[in-house]
């Protein structure tokens, strides 16, 4: 059975940092380009960040954010750092498979930044 499983969310100040951990089961995490997307209230889902599966560097990242991967413990991070009120959303961790079409979401954690 296919998991992902997002957790590190919360509320937190402007200017605050916050580090996001995806879980993965279920699948050969390895084969797997790993990314993290964001949607806000009334917004389309955007890409936050993504990093390929036998690197620990970043294909994109955006400005004030860094994605790690560790492929033992098969889990994937998202660190936020100086977060502004709009970096507000629910946050989701992707699986996309680079030899097929699979791909796998989890369920979303809610990023709230706010004084």
């Known amino acids: 059975q296919v998991q992902l499983v997002e957790s590190g969310g919360g509320l937190v100040q402007p200017g605050g940092s916050l580090r996001l951990s995806c879980a993965a089961s279920?699948?050969?995490?390895?084969?797997?380009?790993m990314s993290w997307y964001r949607q806000a209230p009334g917004k389309e889902r955007e890409l936050v960040a993504v990093?390929?599966?036998?690197?620990n560097s970043a294909d994109f990242v955006r400005g004030r954010f860094t994605i790690t991967r560790d492929n033992a413990k098969k889990t994937v991070t998202l660190q936020m750092n100086n977060l502004k009120p709009e970096d507000t959303a629910v946050y989701y961790c992707?699986?996309?498979?680079?030899?097929?079409?699979?791909?796998?979401w989890g369920q979303g954690t809610q990023v709230t930044v706010s004084s």
């Open positions: 992707r699986a996309r498979a680079t030899m097929s079409r699979n791909e796998y």
């Open positions: 279920g699948f050969v995490f390895s084969n797997y380009e």
């Open positions: 990093i390929s599966p036998g690197t």
